[in-house]
């Protein structure tokens, strides 16, 4: 199943999303990756996946999903289930 990145930004950063999160745990496979940074396991379009997370974002707020192609490279200090689960589905 493809790998989507699912980035987004706030216009106001003191704020938080908890409508994203929970949209996003309750329908994929996902690790949090960064602060303001997704990796989505979906069977579904980027156009899709975003069409069903921008309801849950301000107005003003940005947000950006990508699929991933396979490659992929990070630092050590991410853990090591994140990075076995990526890997695997890359």
Not at 1 to 22: C, F, K, N, T, W
């Amino acid at each position: 199943m493809p790998a989507y990145i699912v980035e987004y930004g706030l216009r106001d950063p003191d704020e938080s999303h908890p409508r994203l999160s929970r949209a996003i745990k309750e329908r994929y496979r996902y690790w949090r990756i960064l602060e303001f940074t997704w990796i989505v396991e979906a069977s579904e379009s980027a156009s899709r996946i975003f069409d069903y997370l921008e309801p849950n974002i301000d107005q003003d707020d940005k947000l950006f999903v990508c699929r991933l192609d396979g490659d992929a490279a990070m630092a050590d200090s991410f853990s090591d289930q994140g990075a076995a689960w990526l890997e695997q589905i890359l």
